[in-house]
Structure formats: structure tokens, C-alpha cells
């Protein structure tokens, strides 16, 4: 299990999308990344996760970025979601948790005392050349997307 921390470079992976596309990370040079990783397609948290990327998609573009969610989710599960939804965003399957791992966000957790191996929350912004320029740890999800908006538009002035 990886901590990837602020400068490191971004691990590259390559992971299907919600039409069974191979996305690869280093195909998105170029462009800012804000790589986030959620535990559930359609669950209450992640739904409003992916509903704020959503309706600030426009504003992540003016800023040269794209939004990618990542969890163990299948490929319809995410397309279902994303139709459901109405979401604007690349969500990327990682069943085999390859990028959840590279990443250090599949982690032991606790529920009522039970343990149990999930996705903890994370953002990770990815520079255009491939550094992680920020990372967002146990994200809670009310107000995220702006907060990272916040800090591409600070870091661009």
C-alpha cells in the first residue's frame, strides 16, 4: 500500500470506463486531474460527490482540468449511476482495486466494531505533467468540489 503524498509522481494505471473504454492516466497529460476515489456507485455520500463534480463541471474545464472517480464499482454499475444521475464525469471500474491500491486508498476500516477492507474517500489533484499537487484525505463530500476549484483557481493566478 502506497501514501502518495504532495510531489510525488502520480502512479499510472489504465482502468475501463463506464462504456468499457481502457482510460489510462498518462493519456490525460496536459490537462489538470482531480482524481477522486468514492466507495459506491448510488449510495447517498458518493451521489452528492458526484453531483457537485457534476454541476461544476464547466468550471473545471474553464480550468483545463477533468474529473475522474475511481471505486470497485463494475463498469454498468457505473454507467446505470452515471445515466441515473446525470453526471457529467468520467467514472473509471476498478473491481481488482489496481488503482485503489497504487493509490493507498483501499484501506481496513470499521463498522459497529466490524472490520472490513473499503475505499476510503480521497482527491488526489494530479498536475498536467503528472505530480500530485494536492491530496484531500477522509474527504467530506458537502462543499468538496468547490474547495478543490478554490485551490486550481489559486494555484493558476
Known sequence: MNDISIGDSAPD???PDMSNNEIC???LRGKLVVLYFYPR???PACTIEAKSFTDNIERFKEHNAIVVGI???SCESHKKFADKKNLGILLLSDPMHIALEKYGVWKQKK???VGYSG???TTFLISEDGFV???WRKVKVTGHA???LKKIISGSK
Open 25 to 27: 492516466l498518462s493519456v
Open 41 to 43: 456507485d448510488n449510495t
Open 133 to 135: 499537487n494536492e491530496v
Open 111 to 113: 463498522l459497529l466494531g
Open 71 to 73: 471505486s470497485p464499482d
Open 146 to 148: 468547490e474547495e478543490i
Open 13 to 15: 494505471f489504465c482502468l
Open 119 to 121: 475505499v476510503e474517500r
